[in-house]
């Protein structure tokens, strides 16, 4: 193979970011005890469109990183009452937050202290003072490696959706956020029918694109706002914002018909088509995400039960 022509790579990222066809944002937690240096921070953060959420009572901490969801932390080493490195043993005891990089603002650089802090969790040092224009662009290259890495750790990589966990997360979310602003939201969960049977005689290989094949089909025609998440191996969980139950129960029927038109080619000419059972609940119904999906997982065993290849609520 060639050898890398780095001056020409060097142009093509060049070319790529002014095209601005990378956008750089970022999302950005700080947690700073002097207001008028966090008020400072926030203002040329800003200014270079980065979201940013100044935390300057550390008591609720936890809440702030759930509701906010930060791409990185500026965490102040020297805090009233509070060290920062504890701080950052606090947020590393949450599974979800372990990968989040921490960096500390010091102003005194002892490697010693460093190290104790790293124990604890931290990622990175930033030295005070530091000038604006390398707090923007060091931040705004932090939150996109950030980004990049969380996307690889989130997302499937045969489908490219929500794993697991993520899917959970919305949920929850979109649960709160549906029953505080009062509307309407559903959560369904979507499962292949007979799939077993479908690897026994196609091949694995071939159930693989069957399940990539579902997932094109859901993002096709699924909102933006929509949320779909591969939740088990042929078993997806979708949230519809906005949607009544009958509503989400006509969509995912429409889904449902659509898939069940698509043609699989086997080995030779023979082909074959796969339909799909679902269950839906309404997330408003419930106080607990969990339970919601409980009830939807529910739903789509009746449906399994009474014949498959529908949706049941
Ligand atoms: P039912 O209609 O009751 O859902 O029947 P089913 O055969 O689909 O039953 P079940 O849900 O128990 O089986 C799911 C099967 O899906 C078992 C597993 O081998 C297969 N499967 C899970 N993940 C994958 C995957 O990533 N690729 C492929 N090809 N198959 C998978
Ligand atoms: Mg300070
Ligand atoms: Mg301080
Ligand atoms: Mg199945
Ligand atoms: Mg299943």
């Not at 999302?27 to 700073?32: M, N, Q, S, T």
């Not at 604006?132 to 990589?157: F, G, I, K, P, T």
């Not at 859901?218 to 998440?229: A, H, Q, S």
Request: net charge negative; charged share 25%.
């Amino acid at each position: 193979s060639e050898p890398l022509d780095f001056p020409r790579l060097a142009d093509s990222i060049e070319r790529l970011v002014s095209e601005r066809r990378y956008r750089l944002s970022g999302r950005v937690l700080i947690v700073e005890d002097d207001s008028d240096l966090a008020e400072h921070y926030r203002l040329v953060l800003e200014s270079s469109g980065v979201e940013v959420r100044l935390v300057s009572d550390t008591r609720h901490l936890m809440q702030d990183l759930a509701e906010f969801q930060p791409d990185i932390v500026l965490m102040d080493v020297n805090l009233a009452g509070r060290s920062g490195i504890t701080l950052a043993r606090l947020i590393r005891f949450e599974p979800r937050w372990l990968s989040l990089p921490i960096i500390y603002l010091s102003s005194e650089d002892d490697p010693e202290s460093q190290l104790v802090a790293m124990s604890e969790g931290a990622d990175e040092f930033l030295s005070k003072p530091i000038t604006d224009d390398y707090l923007v662009r060091s931040v705004l290259h932090r939150c996109h490696r950030a980004r990049q890495l969380s996307e690889l750790m989130n997302r499937d990589s045969l489908t490219g959706l929500l794993k697991h966990a993520l899917v959970k997360q919305q949920v929850h979310k979109e649960l709160a956020s549906c029953r505080r602003l009062g509307y309407r939201s559903c959560v369904a969960m979507v499962d292949l029918d007979h799939f077993k049977q479908v690897n026994d005689t196609w091949g694995h290989g071939c159930g693989d694109r069957v399940i990539k094949a579902l997932a094109n089909l859901l993002k096709n025609r699924l909102r933006e706002t929509d949320v779909i998440g591969r939740y088990g191996g042929e078993e997806f969980v979708v949230v519809l914002p906005g949607c009544d139950v009958g509503q989400a129960q006509s969509v995912i029927e429409g889904i449902g018909r659509s898939f069940s038109e698509l043609l699989f080619f086997g080995n030779d000419e023979d082909s074959f088509s796969v339909t799909l059972s679902a269950g839906i609940a309404a997330l408003n119904d419930f106080s607990d995400g969990d339970v919601a999906l409980e009830a939807a997982d529910q739903a789509l065993y009746q449906r399994k039960s009474a014949g498959r290849n529908g949706v049941s609520v």
